[in-house]
């Protein structure tokens, strides 16, 4: 495609919903949305019928697992922005628990520019907090913050920073920049071998139970340390209603705390567990359906502050085996829009003008990246999305290298009909547009940072 053709294009949403339920007209131009209204003219655009399809700002993911370096049969930056545009995502914040661990500058560097080369989506490095996720030293915080990726988000996710000086030591470090510490809050000494949710049918199964005391105690003591310190801490995947308990007592404190849910622990509860099918095996555990109801109850209060998906991918032979040798974790990009619709906008706990902000704007506030507007003169990082729609979800969805999706053969609402990032299409008519004519859209633009 040459230079000329992509500048020159200009396509005419007509008639969308907007989150509030409002329709217009949104006119995507030279990467911005160019006019936002009733009535535009469609003169030399390319329209595109949106009538009855909701159109929100480009989903923002605080949590994903893109794999690379390291671990590239899972996942690549490639391929995982990929399955985050099947998904309606126009920003992800990439994990560092790769190989190399993103404990330096460079290795965050590597991670942004793969993701700039891509063109699928922003990929927003986040930075390890200790050297090589060992938990004895802190990484080089201070120099990913000042790289060019701008790291601001640290994390050891799946492990927990677990020493309270170091932790104390991070929170206090990161207060310079505006950073924030995204902690895996699972005390490792209470889950040792850990395989399941602990409770009767964790008895029942014979499977060594994960205690809902691990999660919180850890959540109880970095809020404190985080309110200590004058600090900010966020809570990745909370699991549990005691979690929820503890985040929302922080917060009636005053304590700078903000907390995630996934879309599979608003959807999914431990009786998945009782057929040992792997599919189900994630860290942190699925837990009982009181929890299920807790944390929906959570996200429409507000305790819970956004819903990221901790997308997971692992190569099929460290799934397809037995519960116990299996790896933990799901794919959830692709997927996320229609799971949370699911489970809270289905049952009447959230609105779109909800979802826009725990899935787009809050995100990216916690983030600190630019949110997503739906305004004149704003980037073009949409999502167009047909709530009317419904399907059996299988392979075909799955747009990333992995399959280890807990929703194959589930049927679930929505379907994801278009993606813009940064005005150019990623997603068009429910198809993932190829690699080859992104990566040349994203290069026209003349992309970077
Ligand atoms: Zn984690
Ligand atoms: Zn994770």
Redesign the pocket.
């Known amino acids: 495609m040459s230079e000329r053709t992509t500048t020159a294009e200009r396509r005419l949403l007509r008639g969308a919903r907007l989150p509030d339920g409002t329709a217009a007209d949104v006119l995507v131009a030279d990467g911005v949305i160019a006019g936002l209204g009733t009535g535009l003219s469609a003169a030399d655009a390319t329209v595109i019928d949106a009538e009855g399809l909701l159109l929100m700002p480009g989903l923002v993911d605080l ?1 994903t ?1 893109l794999r690379e370096p390291g671990f590239e049969q899972s996942e690549t930056v490639l391929s995982g922005t990929r399955a985050a545009a099947a998904g309606g995502y126009t920003t992800v914040f990439a ?1 560092a628990n790769t190989s190399p661990v993103a404990d330096t500058a460079g290795v965050v560097e590597q991670v942004l520019r793969l993701g700039e080369t891509a063109g699928y989506a922003t990929v927003q490095p986040i930075g390890a907090v200790t050297v090589g996720l060992e938990g004895r030293q802190l990484a080089e915080l201070g120099a990913m913050a000042a790289s060019r990726a701008r790291v601001r988000v640290f994390s050891d ?2 492990r927990c920073v677990s020493d309270p000086l170091l932790m104390r030591r991070a929170l206090e470090y990161v207060k310079a920049f505006g950073g924030v510490i995204a902690q ?1 809050s699972q005390d490792p000494r209470l889950t040792e071998d850990a395989q399941m949710n602990e409770g009767a049918l964790s008895g029942e199964l014979g499977l060594a139970g994960w205690p809902a005391v691990a999660e919180e105690s850890i959540i109880a003591r970095d809020a404190l340390l985080a309110e200590h310190v004058g600090s900010r801490l966020h809570v ?1 995947h909370l699991s549990t209603a005691g979690s929820v308990d503890v985040v929302r007592w922080a917060k009636a404190r005053g304590i700078a705390v903000t907390a995630e849910v996934t879309p599979h622990h608003l959807l999914l509860d431990e009786e998945l567990v009782v057929g040992y099918d792997a599919r189900y095996k994630v860290n942190p555990p699925l837990r009982r359906r009181e929890d299920v109801l807790a944390l929906r109850e959570a996200l429409a209060d507000g305790t819970i502050d956004i819903v990221a998906t ?1 997308h ?1 991918p692992h190569a099929a032979e460290a799934k397809d085996c037995e519960w116990a040798a299996a790896a933990f974790g799901m794919v959830g990009l692709e997927s996320a829009l229609s799971v949370v619709h699911a489970a809270v906008v289905e049952q009447g706990l959230l609105d779109w003008t909800d979802v826009a902000r725990v899935m787009s704007v809050a995100p990216a506030r916690i983030g600190g990246v630019a949110a997503p507007e739906l305004r004149e003169g704003a980037p073009a990082d949409l999502t167009l999305y047909d709530p009317a729609a419904s399907r059996v979800f299988d392979t075909g969805e799955l747009a990333g290298k992995s399959r280890n999706s807990p929703y194959l053969g589930m049927t679930l609402p929505g379907r994801i009909v278009a993606t813009f990032h940064a005005g150019c299409p990623t997603v068009l008519d429910g198809e993932v547009l190829a690699e080859e004519e992104v990566a040349a859209r994203t290069a026209a633009r003349g992309e970077g940072r």
Do not use: E
Request: hydrophobic content about 20%; some cysteine; overall charge negative.
């Open positions: 949590h697992h994990m996710d799946g895996h990745c901790d997971a």
